[in-house]
């Protein structure tokens, strides 16, 4: 895989998982989310 594709993947996903918290948390006042990667996981 190439670099390009990686970070357009990482990107998609990012944007799919803040549309998909942004419906599911609407009333609660969701502002967004900041994912982060890290030696143990993603955060």
Same mark, same amino acid.
Request: net charge positive.
């Given at each position: 895989? #190439?670099?390009?594709?990686?970070?357009?993947?990482? $990107?998609?996903?990012?944007?799919?998982?803040?549309?998909?918290? #942004?419906?599911?948390?609407?009333?609660?006042?969701? $502002?967004?989310?900041?994912?982060?990667?890290?030696?143990?996981?993603?955060?």
């Amino acid at each position: 895989m #190439s670099t390009r594709t990686h970070f357009i993947r990482s $990107a998609i996903q990012r944007v799919e998982i803040d549309e998909f918290l #942004s419906k599911e948390l609407r009333k609660a006042g969701y $502002a967004g989310v900041d994912l982060q990667k890290t030696a143990l996981g993603t955060t």
